[in-house]
């Protein structure tokens, strides 16, 4: 089955500093990679997506980038806020299965 | 507000007992995921239904079962609880095939 990696598992930056989250995945036939948010005592947020017919994708101060011959996609935050401030999963989706990485908490200090 | 409900929210229970927890996907939503999130862990996947029939399994235990209804809902059956199995237990919901899952609020279980 697919197997996604994610790192860092942790990540501090300055508020206005970017940060960027890293995500690697097994199954070549996977076809869409969607990343989630998920802030203290709440369910997981989708916050951007991308399919495999697409190598970037923006939402203002959110981007995600994906290299399918490498496997692997990331995730841009620009002018980062304190209220980034999450748990940030990116999933690899392949024929109705949908696996996470194990998540980077990101700190953003004011 | 995901259109995702979960019920109970929070569930305390003691070893060897049994809980189901119950999860209503978004209107028109056809597949229902479930994952476990331990403490400081990430998203394990259990197991996940479309329109009724078993899709796909994870890393699920005998001791753990689902079902999904006629209405869509779905229920997690966990049994012979153990101090392990508390963690937060997530159900998500999708139209199927390659679409966004929306997650619950999630039931928080303790069993002591």
């Known amino acids: 089955g697919e197997n996604v990696e994610q790192h860092p598992s942790t990540l501090s930056v300055q508020e206005g500093d970017s940060a960027v989250i890293k995500c690697t995945y097994s199954d070549s036939a996977s076809n869409y990679f969607p990343w989630y948010k998920q802030e203290l005592g709440k369910g997981p947020q989708l916050i951007i997506d991308i399919r495999s017919n697409v190598g970037e994708k923006k939402d203002q101060r959110i981007a995600v980038t994906l290299n399918k011959t490498a496997k692997h996609f990331s995730l841009h935050i620009t002018e980062t806020q304190p209220e980034d401030s999450a748990v940030y999963f990116c999933?690899?989706?392949?024929?109705?299965?949908?696996?996470f990485g194990a998540g980077t908490r990101l700190t953003v200090k004011p | 507000d995901s259109g995702v409900t979960q019920t109970p929210k929070h569930l305390i229970t003691a070893t060897g007992q049994r809980v189901t927890l119950r999860c209503s996907p978004r209107s028109g939503d056809l597949s229902v995921y479930w994952y476990q999130q331990s403490l400081d862990q990430g998203l394990q996947f259990l197991i996940q239904?479309?329109?009724?029939?078993?899709?796909a399994k994870g890393n699920i235990l005998e001791r753990f079962s689902a079902q999904q209804f006629p209405d869509l809902h779905s229920e997690l059956n966990l049994s012979s609880l153990e101090l392990g199995d508390s963690a937060l237990y997530f159900c998500a919901s999708s139209p199927g095939g390659l679409a966004e899952a929306f997650f619950g609020q999630g039931t928080r279980l303790t069993v002591v």
């Open positions: 239904y479309y329109n009724g029939e078993e899709r």
């Open positions: 999933a690899a989706y392949n024929n109705n299965d949908m696996r």
